[in-house]
Nanobody, 125 residues
Framework: QVRLVESGGGLVQAGGSLRLSCAAS????????FAWFRRAPAKEREFVAAISWSGNTIDYSDSVKGRFTISKDNSEKSAYLQMNMLKPEDTAVYYC??????????????????WGQGTQVTVSS
């Protein structure tokens, strides 16, 4: 079965960096689009970034644009989220998500059907 496992979360000071990883198994990795979402305490889950199956199309939320970078490595069967210039408001549980989508661009955010368990990111001021 499909399994997504996030890692790389932790505690960091404002202005610092973290790199989240999402190791995927049980799927044809190169045919999947991947995305990162986050949920802060008492808030709704929000979209952070997405990358198409080909890696040619990338999208970011306005709140992270210019600070975060999403990528995927077919040989490693992993997706990544490089987070720089972190702010306290980036504190949240970050989730990796995937969808089989080997055509067109990034799928709509409500169509991701495989999810990881999440990794906590805490940014102190």
């Amino acid at each position: 079965q499909v399994r997504l496992v996030e890692s790389g979360g932790g505690l960091v000071q404002a202005g610092g960096s973290l790199r989240l990883s999402c190791a995927a198994s049980g799927l044809t990795f190169s045919s999947y689009a991947f995305a990162w979402f986050r949920r802060a305490p008492a808030k709704e889950r929000e979209f952070v970034a997405a990358i198409s199956w080909s890696g040619n199309t990338i999208d970011y939320s306005d709140s992270v644009k210019g600070r975060f970078t999403i990528s995927k490595d077919n040989s490693e069967k992993s997706a990544y989220l490089q987070m720089n210039m972190l702010k306290p408001e980036d504190t949240a549980v970050y989730y990796c998500a995937a969808k089989f989508h080997n055509y067109g661009e990034i799928p709509p955010v409500n169509q991701y059907n495989f999810w990881g368990q999440g990794t906590q990111v805490t940014v102190s001021s």
